[in-house]
């Protein structure tokens, strides 16, 4: 069965979670949904050279940053976790500055935030996360290392290696795959053999789960039970997230080019924020009226965010030559003196 018709199974439920945990989910999911379609606009008008955009995929991320402590923790992202960001409370214009390229990988504090610098390199942050993870349990100290990498990057030697190195060295950290079902043009069953990513844990000595990524409540329960296991000793754990990329890979890009909209469109239906307010109101959690003023202040906040990194100065052009090398070289003196004469003209 491809993987688009193994989920869609209807109903959520999160009568096993705390209200306020869920309406706390909700409350980020809508947001970052909010400040999507902010960054999609901002990148239409020229503000953004490019954007990733993280619809669909909001369950998977905000429910499982919020399994994690934001003062013992680190996250490791790709280039599509803002919604991670937003849950793990990174400031969010300096995080946003990233897309607006102005400066090198943002403008948040990465060490105070202890979430990472934007990685484009595919599965480039899962080796990092697995690096510190060692590092922290040579320390005696109890954070967990989030690794955050796609279904593409799952087949990049690095992770591998990563995967491998955590289960030998029982290194506090989870591997949580999203699986979008896309590689940019490339699907599922032409990047992963076997047809599962989670599967493959058994071979790294460690748990391995297949979890709805469309689901926020069950994305919660088990990001909290591997981080949990991480923390007292346990080792490592592959999460695989399955979902699916409604959006182009990217604003640059054109889905109908290699792919089917049907399938797209199937997993529209089962959106992740309509599928936990449904489950919310069954379990009592929330009312209308909770949702109304939740909406309210998201979009407010998805706003403000946008005016923020649209409204934000331009980095001086000269920082282009600070941070290459500790002792600068005659030639890049002398580039830096070129460049200097062209502006001043
Ligand atoms: C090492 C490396 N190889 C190739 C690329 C080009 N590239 C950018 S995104 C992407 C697809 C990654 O897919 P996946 O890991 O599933 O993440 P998703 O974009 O679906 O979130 C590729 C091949 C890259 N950035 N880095
Ligand atoms: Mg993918």
Same mark, same amino acid.
């Given at each position: ?10 109903a959520i439920t ?7 945990l869920?309406r706390?989910?909700?409350r980020?999911?809508r ?21 990733? !955009?993280?619809?669909g ?11 994690? @402590?934001?003062? #013992? @923790?680190?996250?490791?992202?790709t280039? =599509?976790?803002?919604a ?15 897309? =607006?390229a ?6 948040? /504090?990465?060490?105070? !935030? ?11 942050p ?5 690096g ?8 005696? @100290?109890?954070?967990?290392a989030?690794?955050y990498f ?6 990049e030697?690095?992770v ?18 999203q699986?979008n ?22 071979? *790294? ?5 297949l979890?709805d990524?469309? /689901?926020?409540?069950a994305v919660?329960?088990?990001?909290? %039970?591997?981080?949990q ?11 695989e997230?399955l979902? *699916? #990329? ?7 890009? /054109?889905?109908g080019? *290699? #792919?089917?909209?049907a399938?797209? @469109? =199937? ?7 309509d599928?936990? =307010?449904?489950?919310m ?6 009312? %209308? ?11 407010r #906040?998805a ?10 100065? %331009?980095p ?16 890049l ?10 502006? %001043?003209?």
């Amino acid at each position: 069965m491809p993987p688009e018709e193994s989920t869609g199974q209807g109903a959520i439920t999160v009568a096993h979670l705390a209200p306020e945990l869920t309406r706390g989910l909700y409350r980020d999911m809508r947001t970052a949904r909010d400040l999507d379609t902010e960054a999609i606009a901002l990148q239409r008008q020229g503000v953004f050279p490019a954007y990733v !955009s993280v619809r669909g995929q909001e369950a998977a991320q905000v429910a499982s940053a919020t399994a994690l @402590d934001p003062a #013992r @923790d680190f996250v490791f992202p790709t280039y =599509r976790e803002m919604a991670v960001a937003l849950a793990y409370g990174v400031e969010m214009v300096g995080y946003m500055a990233t897309h =607006r390229a102005l400066w090198h990988g943002g403008l948040y /504090d990465v060490m105070g !935030s202890r979430f990472g610098a934007i990685n484009a390199v595919v599965g480039g942050p899962v080796p990092h996360a697995v690096g510190w993870a060692v590092g922290e349990r040579l320390r005696g @100290d109890q954070g967990v290392a989030m690794a955050y990498f796609g279904d593409g990057a799952s087949s990049e030697g690095d992770v591998h290696e990563a995967m491998n190195f955590a289960g030998v060295f029982t290194a506090p950290v989870v591997f949580f795959c999203q699986n979008n079902q896309w590689a940019l043009s490339v699907p599922n069953e032409r990047q992963v053999a076997g047809g599962s990513i989670a599967a493959r844990a058994e071979g *790294y000595g460690m748990p391995g789960v297949l979890v709805d990524g469309n /689901d926020a409540g069950a994305v919660y329960a088990a990001t909290a %039970e591997a981080v949990q296991r991480a923390r007292t000793g346990g080792g490592p754990t592959v999460i695989e997230a399955l979902t *699916y #990329r409604v959006e182009p890979h990217s604003t640059s890009d /054109d889905p109908g080019r *290699y #792919r089917d909209e049907a399938a797209a @469109d =199937r997993w529209r239906r089962r959106d992740p924020i309509d599928l936990l =307010r449904t489950a919310m109101l069954q379990a009592g959690h929330a009312d %209308e009226a909770f949702f109304a003023t939740v909406d309210a202040e998201a979009a407010r #906040r998805a706003e403000q965010i946008r005016d923020g990194v649209a409204d934000a100065p %331009e980095p001086d052009g000269s920082e282009l030559f600070t941070h290459v090398f500790r002792e600068t070289t005659e030639e890049l003196t002398r580039q830096h003196r070129t460049w200097q004469e062209e502006v %001043e003209l």
